[in-house]
């Protein structure tokens, strides 16, 4: 019968699973261990971007939430954080999801949400072109009707196509498509881009896009 050992890494964020074949050889599969932060990271993104409730808070107009009262609702679900952990996890962000107001005592996400908020953004004309990382599964259907925000309240857009790779492969093989974006914006079509520099739209028609990656 195979033996399985499990060893977690913490540094580089994975588990290493060993398992001791029958024929005497080892097999490792590393699987990624998701950590404290990255946990509450999430939770909060859920709270200030689609469910303020699960945390019991209310969202502002344009999507503010109190500090404090973020800290205490959390806390309530069983979580434990506080001032400087949340501070941690705001500037620690790569994709600077969320930031604070200027005397820090809100805090919102910069873009995402799927409930009414207006973050205030900035209308802008875009490059000639942007790109939009998908499934291989969601392509076919994209090809056909284009891309649509999907529950969110925009479309989000990548710079380039290795970070719309990255976006595609969180649901599967990833598709990137070319958006012709500087003849989108020729066309009427408003473009803009948020506080953490991702660009949005409403709506990309099927006319503009283009396969180039699968």
Not at 46 to 58: D, F, S, T
Not at 112 to 139: F, M, N, R
Not at 179 to 204: D, K, P
Request: charged share 25%.
């Amino acid at each position: 019968m195979d033996k399985t050992e499990v060893i977690l890494h913490v540094p580089d964020g994975y588990f290493v699973m060993e398992r001791l074949m029958e024929t005497g050889k080892i097999r490792q599969q590393r699987i990624l261990y998701m950590g404290r932060e990255q946990n509450l990271s999430k939770f909060i993104s859920l709270v200030l971007r689609h469910k303020p409730q699960a945390a019991g808070i209310e969202l502002d107009s344009h999507g503010w939430a109190n500090v404090n009262g973020l800290i205490d609702g959390i806390c309530k679900t069983g979580r434990s954080i506080d001032r400087d952990l949340l501070e941690k996890i705001v500037h620690t962000d790569e994709k600077h999801r969320y930031r604070f107001n200027s005397d820090g005592t809100k805090i919102r996400a910069s873009q995402g949400h799927s409930i009414p908020a207006d973050v205030e953004l900035q209308e802008a004309e875009p490059p000639e072109y942007l790109y939009h990382g998908t499934s291989e599964k969601a392509a076919a259907h994209i090809i056909l009707e284009g891309v649509k925000p999907m529950g969110r309240l925009y479309v989000h857009l990548s710079k380039d196509t290795k970070t719309a790779q990255k976006v595609g492969k969180r649901h599967g093989k990833p598709v990137v498509f070319r958006v012709s974006a500087g003849r989108m914006y020729q066309s009427g079509i408003s473009f803009f881009i948020s506080e953490n520099g991702v660009w949005l739209c409403g709506h990309v028609p099927a006319e503009f896009l283009e396969r180039v990656i699968s």
